[in-house]
Structure formats: C-alpha cells, structure tokens
C-alpha cells in the first residue's frame, strides 16, 4: 500500500509539470531523455493555449464592446483548472490505489456532479457579491462571470474525473496522459460558455 501511494505520489508531480514519468534518478537521467520526457506535453499545451487563443480572437468583437470581460478570463480559467485538477488529483489517486475502476465510473461522475453542483454555488454567490460590492461592477456584468464561474465548476469536475478513467481503461497512464487534456477541454469549455452567455445577458 505504501508503494503505491509513492507511486500516486511521483505520478502527482509529474503531472502538474506536464511530463513524462522516469524510474531513473533525476541526476542520473542523460539530458536528452529529460528533454524527450518533457517536449510532448509542453508541444501540447502550447497547441491548446492556440486552441483556447483561437475562441479569444473569434470573439474579439464581444470583447471590444465589453472591455470588463475580459480581465476576467484568466480568473475563470484557473479556476476551471483547479476544480478539474481536484477531481482528476483524486481520480487517479483511487485508480493507482485500487479503490475505483472503471465500472465505478456512473458513481464517480454522479459524485463529482454533486460537488460540482455544491462548489459552483459557493463560487458564483460569492463572486457576484465581491463584483457588485468591491469591483462595482453591473448586476448584468457579475451576473455573466459568476454564471460561467458555475457551469465552468461543474464541467470541470466531471471532465477532471472522466478523463482518468478512461485513459486506464484506453491503457494509457492517467496520471500523464489526462492532465494535458482536461487543460484544453476546461479552458475551452470556460471561454465558449463565457461568451455564449455574455451573448444572451448583455446582448453582445
């Protein structure tokens, strides 16, 4: 049990710094292997930080006529990041356990929706009143953040528990394949539903 949660633990670092996982002690490793271990997931991110660019630019216009959305990006963004991280962080802390496979994976995902659904609550009434009392911001304004603030929360929960689980079912190690991706899939998630929302609020 005490080695696999090592292992849970090494797979943990390795994640957040979006690399690939060595059984090799770091100053023993030859530079060229720490390069190829790194280069694929940084390569990845790069492409969906273009992706995510992409919704930004074609939504340019929005942005032009409410220039207060967009201080809010990165806020909506790390947060979406955060939650799925949460999920997949204890997703993949069960599968290297052996406490959940991927038959549990109704009850994960009915799980995690109801703590989205608990989280996305707290964030949005909390966002809101700091935006109408401390930032003055209109009620329409507060309203278009926090909402997305909401629905980010809970993608980004089920999206953070989904994709570890199917990547160990695809014979993929979870804990290296999911992070790149549930980066991509909960950033675009956050600035579609951002605008798709500003939109019908504000009548962009």
């Known amino acids: 049990m ?7 633990n090494i797979a943990s670092e390795d994640t957040a710094a979006a690399i690939t996982p060595s059984e090799r002690p770091y100053l023993e490793t030859p530079v060229w292997r720490v390069f190829l271990s790194r280069i694929p997931w940084l390569l ?3 492409l969906s930080a273009a992706f995510t660019g992409g919704i930004i630019a074609h939504f340019e216009d929005a942005l032009a006529t409410q220039v ?8 909506l963004m790390d947060t979406g990041g955060n939650c ?4 997949s962080v204890t997703v993949i802390r069960g599968l290297s356990l052996g406490q959940i496979g991927f038959s549990d994976w109704p009850r994960v995902v009915w799980k995690e929706l109801r703590v989205g659904v608990l989280c996305a609550a707290a ?8 935006l ?3 930032s003055r911001l209109s009620a329409a304004v507060a309203a278009v953040v926090s909402l997305t603030l909401g629905v980010t929360a809970i993608a980004a929960k089920l999206i953070g528990c989904t994709l570890p689980m199917l990547a160990k079912k695809l014979g993929f190690d979870p804990a290296v394949m999911a992070s790149p991706f549930i980066t991509t899939l909960v950033d675009a998630v956050s600035l579609l539903t951002y605008f798709r929302i500003a939109a019908l609020l504000l009548g962009l």
């Open 2 to 8: 005490i080695r696999n949660t090592n292992l849970y």
């Open 68 to 75: 207060a959305l967009t201080a809010f990006i990165p806020m």
């Open 123 to 130: 964030l949005a009434a909390v966002n809101f009143l700091r």
């Open 84 to 87: 799925g991280s949460q999920s």
């Open 132 to 134: 109408l009392l401390l």
């Open 44 to 46: 990845l991110l790069m």
